[in-house]
């Protein structure tokens, strides 16, 4: 036998005629396989595969059999919490004809249990085997769930069901979880302090906040936002008001001397179906703080003097904490408070810009200096998101200055091949019967 060092098919050399020609007392052939993949430096896989190769004669029958051809390759979705709902009652789906029996039969006498398992090596995987019932030659078993599952992390699993016997009779299962909604709007950080500028009149925006949900599908992960009454001021009925989008506004014209100067107000996040678990068909929220006060005016705006676009590279694999980018911003302005952040393109919140150092100590200083830092504190991957246009913001309480960031992201080579093994098993086997040639035993890496 070789093999082709590309696709990783395991054929006849060419001086095989064919597999009739090979002398069964050869067999079974065992040979080792490594993989090797093409970047800088290339990486060789940590262990070789094992290949085995059996001769059989096709005048014995199988050790074992599928009651149904169907359990060969298997495929059904199950809701995302059905752990929390069957517990150890085997998957099923009625819907795709399946009721969570799998039923084998063995030409032995002897018992062989099913086992469950993931087609990876050293993977777990939250399902397991029924414990085996016997009527005469035939069993019995099926799937369970051993936890909790979470579609969020992942909502298709491969998993092989194996009997017992030599050869081994061997299934696939594909497992897609159905997306329920059990994860709540999430937002960045629960409060914040803004202000309004007196003298002020007509529709103005004050903020946009952004809640991120983690559920995989709509409506699910739809957020919406609405201004929480009961927890917020009495005095800002009239005064704020929230958008569906997260936008607060507001009408109203403030007078620092002679009116009230902090408002509080409350937002609620939240997603767009009843949560997985709900009993009066309420959707999942979580609440913002606002405290809004009332200021002078402020008629000079901070500048951003790097530029009004940036773009920059960094590695797919950069460490959460780590600062990307300082920028620094001028307001001439020397008493100002900035507050600093992301208005758009953080996808999935994985960059944060925030305050690193600034001249606030210094007495004599004639004008406001700050420096912000862009960092990362999410997971970075270049085959998800190659890339991010974040338009980040400082606000000095009236006015806002935003810049443009481009961040592209460098792959990495850090994933080695591996080999796509059956379950408990190190190396390929394979079936051949005698008298009939076969050009090529598929490989897969």
Known sequence: FTINQTTGTIILRDNVLGVFSLDVNQFPITF???????????RISE????VTIYYNNG??????????????????????KYYEIYRNQPIFNISYGFNGTIIYQLTSQTSSIMTVSS????????????????????????IVVTSGLHAEIQNVYLIYIRVLVNPPLIGSTTITLIDQNDQIPTFDIRSIVLSVVE???????????????????????????RLN??????????????????????????????NKTLYRLFITAYDGAPAWNALNNEPNTQDFQFDIQVIDVNDVPPVFINSSSIAISINETTTMGTGVLNLTITDTDF???????ILSGNIKNVFSFNLLSDNIADSSRTQY?????????????????????????????????????????????TKAPYFNLMPGFTSYEYRVDEGTPVPILNGPV
């Open 32 to 42: 080792q396989v490594y993989a090797q993949d093409r970047g800088s430096p290339p």
């Open 47 to 50: 262990a070789n595969a094992t």
């Open 59 to 80: 005048n014995d029958p199988p050790p074992a059999r599928w009651s149904d051809p169907r359990y060969e390759e298997l495929s059904f979705p199950i809701i995302e």
């Open 119 to 142: 087609p990876f090596p050293n993977t777990y995987i939250p399902f397991s085997d029924v414990s085996v019932s016997r009527n005469g030659n035939t069993f019995s078993s099926g």
């Open 199 to 225: 003298n002020e009149n007509g529709n103005r925006i004050i903020a946009q906040i952004q809640a991120f949900d983690r559920d995989v599908d709509p409506p699910n992960n739809f957020v919406q936002y």
């Open 229 to 258: 009454g009961n927890l917020s001021d009495s005095e800002i009925i009239d005064k704020f008001f929230v958008a569906s989008n997260g936008t607060i506004w507001t009408n109203a014209t403030f007078d620092r001397e002679s």
């Open 335 to 341: 008493d100002t408070i900035l507050d600093f952040g």
């Open 369 to 413: 200096v700050a420096t912000g830092q862009l960092y990362v504190v999410g997971p970075l991957s270049y085959e998800t998101i190659p890339n991010y246009t974040l338009v980040l913001f400082a606000f000095d309480t009236q006015n806002l200055a935003t810049i443009t960031v481009t961040i592209n992201l460098l792959p990495q080579n």
